[in-house]
């Protein structure tokens, strides 16, 4: 087994399941050391395989708790590091055969499941398969994770649900009542469902001062969009929005941060022209991930952008959208401007009678009517330099 050929994430996985070996004295790292910490991973990729697989992750867990208590213990000074089993390292092994035969550059964990759902040695298998799991089971719950993709670098497993990981799914929030009702902006709201509808060139980004409301524009139009209040195209369509800092984060080696993206766009491009996604401070794209020689995000949106796979809504200020957006022509032409003013005083005290009772609910106390146009009147005079 050429250890070189492991995912990060599963080199992890071994490291805990030597760590666990360690702490419950015993003597070797069994394949049940390396199916427990697999099962408690927080972030929950083997517990959500064994889910679509039809299985039952919560008892596949504590029947290893359960095996892992028989294993023989050694304390004192007999106490060893402890080593790798036989069973464990053929588990690797065809781990590795399954990755390869599945054209994988690595072995990811998800292939070592498949490996221990599939191995004669230990009781990895057969609590794997009380659980529910059976290995062709496994491979079509795989096969749906991964949506054709293979494991090409040593941090393939990021790629996996990166919707989920990487976006915000406005349209469930607005179903569940997590966002806050958009009042007045109908005039926004309609040209940016009328730029959206149109066959080519249907990208809009909202410009505006910071603190004008381009992001409730965006809530708004997912309020719609679930009430059903929107042309036949845009009907059941999901707005979600891309959370930039995520992305970037903990992308340490040059390329990660691209192949991240590239996964949220090949999920979008997979879901058939169902989402629209939603770029907050779209000028960060410009330049986001770049090095020397590097592209830069941008590039990787532009021909998604083009071929009209990508349904997309952007959102920035006037002076980074000059400063930075009109210098890429490339880019400034495959989005259409709707400028976002701010709203007059008569459009505040509306937008604040609306809200009015989320805020009494949220304080604890009653707001009158006449505080609010005051708050809208005296604002307007006086506070000039925010919106």
């Given at each position: 087994m050429?250890?070189?050929?492991?995912?990060?994430?599963?080199?992890?996985?071994l490291q805990s399941a030597q760590t666990l070996a360690v702490r419950e004295g015993n003597p070797q790292i069994t394949p049940e050391h390396l199916?427990?910490?697999?099962?408690?991973?927080?972030?929950?990729?083997?517990?959500g395989l064994i889910s679509r697989a039809g299985g039952n992750a919560k008892e596949a867990l504590q029947k290893t708790e359960a095996a892992l208590a028989k294993l023989p213990k050694v304390s004192g000074s007999g106490a060893t590091q402890p080593h790798m089993t036989p069973a464990l390292s053929r588990v690797l092994d065809q781990a590795e055969q399954i990755a390869t035969k599945a054209g994988d550059s690595f072995v990811t964990v998800e292939r070592a499941l498949q490996a221990l759902a599939m191995t004669r040695e230990g009781d990895a298998a057969r609590i794997l398969a009380d659980a529910g799991v059976t290995p062709q089971s496994l491979n079509a719950a795989i096969n749906d994770l991964r949506k054709g993709r293979t494991?090409?670098?040593?941090?393939?497993?990021?790629?996996?649900?990166?919707?989920?990981?990487?976006?915000?799914?406005?349209?469930?929030?607005?179903?569940?009542?997590?966002?806050?009702?958009?009042?007045?902006?109908?005039?926004?709201?309609?040209?940016?469902?009328?730029?959206?509808?149109?066959r080519t060139k249907n990208n809009p980004v909202l410009?505006?001062?910071?603190?004008?409301?381009?992001?409730?524009?965006?809530?708004?139009?997912?309020?719609?969009?679930?009430?059903?209040?929107v042309p036949e195209s845009?009907?059941?369509?999901?707005?979600?929005?891309?959370?930039?800092?995520?992305?970037?984060?903990?992308?340490?080696?040059?390329?990660?941060?691209?192949?991240?993206?590239?996964?949220?766009?090949?999920?979008?491009?997979?879901?058939?022209?169902?989402?629209?996604?939603?770029?907050?401070?779209?000028?960060?794209?410009?330049?986001?991930?770049?090095?020397d020689g590097a592209m830069d995000a941008s590039n990787l949106l532009k021909p998604a952008l083009a071929r009209g796979e990508l349904h997309c809504v952007g959102?920035?200020?006037?002076?980074?959208?000059?400063?930075h957006v009109e210098k890429d022509a490339a880019l400034a032409r495959r989005f259409q401007p709707v400028y976002v003013s701010e709203p007059s005083?008569?459009?505040?005290?509306?937008?604040?009678?609306?809200?009015?009772e989320k805020y009494e609910l949220h304080h604890g106390v009653r707001i009158s009517d006449a505080a609010l146009v005051t708050a809208a009147v005296l604002s307007n005079r006086y506070i000039t330099d925010r919106f």
């Amino acid at each position: 087994m050429d250890f070189e050929k492991l995912s990060d994430r599963l080199k992890g996985f071994l490291q805990s399941a030597q760590t666990l070996a360690v702490r419950e004295g015993n003597p070797q790292i069994t394949p049940e050391h390396l199916l427990k910490v697999l099962l408690d991973d927080p972030e929950g990729l083997v517990s959500g395989l064994i889910s679509r697989a039809g299985g039952n992750a919560k008892e596949a867990l504590q029947k290893t708790e359960a095996a892992l208590a028989k294993l023989p213990k050694v304390s004192g000074s007999g106490a060893t590091q402890p080593h790798m089993t036989p069973a464990l390292s053929r588990v690797l092994d065809q781990a590795e055969q399954i990755a390869t035969k599945a054209g994988d550059s690595f072995v990811t964990v998800e292939r070592a499941l498949q490996a221990l759902a599939m191995t004669r040695e230990g009781d990895a298998a057969r609590i794997l398969a009380d659980a529910g799991v059976t290995p062709q089971s496994l491979n079509a719950a795989i096969n749906d994770l991964r949506k054709g993709r293979t494991a090409d670098s040593a941090s393939a497993e990021q790629s996996y649900d990166a919707l989920k990981r990487y976006t915000r799914d406005f349209t469930e929030a607005a179903a569940k009542g997590e966002l806050d009702p958009v009042i007045g902006r109908d005039e926004e709201i309609r040209r940016t469902i009328q730029v959206l509808s149109r066959r080519t060139k249907n990208n809009p980004v909202l410009i505006g001062e910071p603190g004008v409301g381009k992001t409730a524009i965006v809530e708004g139009l997912a309020h719609r969009i679930v009430q059903g209040d929107v042309p036949e195209s845009l009907k059941d369509k999901k707005v979600l929005s891309l959370d930039m800092g995520s992305l970037i984060a903990g992308a340490k080696y040059r390329g990660e941060f691209e192949e991240r993206l590239k996964s949220v766009l090949s999920e979008i491009q997979a879901a058939g022209g169902q989402i629209i996604l939603f770029i907050d401070e779209m000028h960060t794209l410009v330049g986001a991930g770049k090095a020397d020689g590097a592209m830069d995000a941008s590039n990787l949106l532009k021909p998604a952008l083009a071929r009209g796979e990508l349904h997309c809504v952007g959102a920035t200020t006037l002076d980074e959208y000059r400063k930075h957006v009109e210098k890429d022509a490339a880019l400034a032409r495959r989005f259409q401007p709707v400028y976002v003013s701010e709203p007059s005083v008569e459009d505040t005290i509306s937008i604040l009678r609306g809200l009015k009772e989320k805020y009494e609910l949220h304080h604890g106390v009653r707001i009158s009517d006449a505080a609010l146009v005051t708050a809208a009147v005296l604002s307007n005079r006086y506070i000039t330099d925010r919106f």
